[in-house]
């Protein structure tokens, strides 16, 4: 993935993954990437500027033929090569990462068929291999010696990145020896550096054991491209609400810095990362004045230090000296202008520096254009740099829409999210926004957290006009609540579940599954809501605390709905899954299947397979709020009161 009206050549990130075919997770977090890249071009400045300047290479399925056994519901790691420990066993097969050529058959590889590590027969013997070696040595140079001691050129472009599952690592070569690979310094940097947005564990390869004929050792010791091996997650069949909470958006914004740094990965991530960038105004009349805001950071590096004996000091980060911002050029681009930007607080004198410039946008040709915005360290450093749109147009083109969002009962104002067109904005603290747009027609859509959407639709803005829009936000209404701490309102309770006081972390009244102890093996038992009517109610969320302590990957607890459940046989829908937990937590499930329905309810299913029991899921202060007329009704009732209490 490129822009392909962007010459090149350019930097290239090959991101494979699920090379072990039960590691689910991988090839969706390399999906997910690929799609924000596509969905974010022209509409978000980073995946725009990334798409503009580099080449993304992503391989989703790594190991085809081994996924679809590990669709079957079996746990399989290699290839499905049926002259390995006999055509229809379950173990057959290569692991195809202990097959690849760069010190192929070292330690950390099987000789044994049927084992889960078994090298294959030869140095890249399989199929997969051979393609995936083809494929990087077509896009990426060689740019060092097959020796274990020459460094590659700090001028080496490009990432190659390995993502697995489920340890919570970032490794970099060697994976067969401590002895420190040649552009240790650098690989170290920039794995610490990705370690810091996923919070995982930074180490070089062999600190977790020794391995060899793996894949990021046979990119980076053939050619010098800096390559990582990324472990993900929690399981290898991680459950959805696991991924989305945690797993993806963690590793998605690890996968984008890695890509900011694409130029020089061997440089960049010595400087600091600029973040947090704005423009106020963002639609301009060419000659007005465009504040840049951004936030330059040296801090964000995780420091664990690495487990293996003699690993060096974890590096160390230095203070901001200067930024600077280049409009339209990246800053290593031929003819890129250098405009300084001074520290909002008057001096450069830490490690994250809010940073600001009023650009000037005289001259600037009607249309859109990026800002980027690049840190320096005191140690003379760059770092990644990224960016910002701005626009300019004629006065008579740009109408500007503003006003206030409040609370409908108590007239307080509201820290609300104001969808204006195809852009979001936050109203301030007293709750007022104000956007530029281009003269036409826009659709306005005003929410909250707790309170109704509002919208208006199809608002005029007539080149020059100044058009104001307020909103007042209805609070939700509470359709379902209970704290479990009176009478049962009409649960359903298969054995054993049952209300217990008794569930670590929370001194008040629980539902748990299993109130004498641990849960057993093979269950499948319910904790099913009374009928909830939700007819004229749209915006349903349900809200609930819970701990759920369960075998990470295989014990589950899954909430489900039906809306149907008045029938003889109601239909359920999985909503959400909980699974390897330790701690309570409060959730927020969006329930938009139960708008406008008469028979909702809910259900909380525990399952359980046949080895390792564990504490159990526990359920607290549920609740269902939701929206729409009936809720409007609701709120809008009293008509008139006086208590004659004041005068």
Request: negative net charge.
């Amino acid at each position: 993935m490129t822009n392909s009206a962007v010459a090149g050549p350019k930097p290239k990130m090959f991101a494979m993954t699920a090379i072990h075919a039960r590691e689910y997770t991988t090839a969706e977090l390399n999906t997910r990437f690929a799609e924000w890249l596509v969905n974010g071009y022209g509409v978000d400045p980073e995946a725009t500027w990334l798409l503009d300047h580099n080449e993304f290479h992503l391989l989703l399925q790594s190991n085809p033929d081994g996924r679809k056994k590990a669709e079957t519901g079996l746990s399989w790691r290699k290839n499905t090569n049926t002259a390995y420990c006999g055509a229809t066993s379950n173990s057959r097969g290569a692991d195809l990462n202990r097959n690849f050529p760069f010190h192929w058959g070292g330690p950390g590889a099987s000789t044994s068929a049927c084992n889960e590590t078994y090298r294959g027969a030869s140095s890249a013997s399989e199929p997969e291999t051979q393609a995936v070696v083809a494929y990087v040595r077509s896009i990426f140079p060689d740019l060092r010696p097959d020796d274990t001691t020459t460094p590659a050129p700090d001028t080496t472009q490009g990432l190659f990145l390995d993502i697995h599952s489920f340890s919570q690592l970032v490794l970099w070569p060697w994976g067969d020896t401590t002895t420190l690979a040649p552009n240790s310094a650098a690989l170290e940097m920039l794995g610490r550096r990705v370690a810091w947005f996923n919070g995982y564990d930074p180490q070089q390869s062999v600190g977790l054991y020794a391995t060899s004929g793996t894949t990021d050792d046979s990119a980076y010791g053939p050619l010098g491209v800096p390559a990582y091996t990324i472990e993900l997650g929690v399981a290898f069949f991680e459950d959805c609400a696991s991924f989305e909470s945690s797993t993806y958006p963690h590793n998605v914004d690890a996968l984008r810095y890695a890509a900011r740094t694409l130029w020089a990965p061997y440089k960049l991530p010595f400087g600091p990362d600029a973040v947090e960038i704005a423009a106020t105004p963002d639609l301009v009349v060419a000659g007005d004045t465009v504040r840049i805001n951004a936030r330059v950071d040296d801090s964000r590096l995780n420091r664990t230090a690495q487990p293996q004996a003699g690993a060096p000091p974890p590096p160390t980060t230095q203070n901001v000296a200067s930024a600077r911002a280049f409009v339209d050029l990246m800053p290593w681009e031929s003819g890129a202008v250098a405009r300084a930007m001074t520290a909002s607080d008057g001096s450069f004198n830490s490690g994250s520096e809010a940073v600001q410039l009023d650009l000037d946008t005289t001259g600037l040709s009607s249309g859109r254009h990026l800002v980027y915005v690049q840190g320096v360290d005191t140690a003379g450093d760059a770092g990644p740099p990224n960016a910002v749109f701005i626009e300019v147009a004629q006065a008579n083109e740009i109408a500007t829409v503003h006003g206030s969002v409040r609370d409908a009962t108590t007239n307080a104002p509201l820290a609300a999210s104001i969808k204006i067109g195809t852009s979001t904005q936050q109203a301030d603290a007293s709750g007022n926004y104000t956007k530029r747009l281009h003269a036409g027609t826009v659709d306005i859509e005003v929410s909250a957290p707790g309170y109704m959407t509002e919208r208006a639709a199809g608002v005029t803005l007539s080149g020059g006009a100044d058009v104001v829009r307020n909103f007042t936000l209805t609070p939700n209404c509470t359709v379902f609540s209970d704290d479990v701490e009176g009478t049962n309102p009409g649960w359903t309770a298969q054995t054993p579940w049952a209300v217990s006081s008794s569930v670590a972390g929370n001194t008040t009244k629980v539902w748990t599954d299993s109130p004498a102890g641990n849960y057993a093996n093979n269950v499948n038992t319910s904790l099913t809501s009374p009928l909830v009517n939700l007819t004229n109610y749209d915006e349903a969320v349900l809200t609930f605390d819970q701990k759920c302590v369960t075998e990470s990957g295989y014990d589950y607890g899954i909430v489900e709905i039906s809306t149907n459940a008045s029938a003889g046989t109601p239909t359920w829908s999985e909503v959400a899954r909980c699974s390897g937990e330790t701690a309570w937590r409060a959730t927020r499930l969006a329930l938009p299947t139960a708008t406008n329905q008469g028979a909702v309810k809910l259900r909380f299913r525990l399952t359980s397979d046949n080895s390792q029991a564990a504490e159990g899921w526990s359920i607290d202060n549920v609740k269902i709020a939701a929206g729409g007329q009936a809720c409007r009704a609701l709120n809008n009732d009293v008509l008139f009161a006086n208590g004659f209490e004041t005068p």
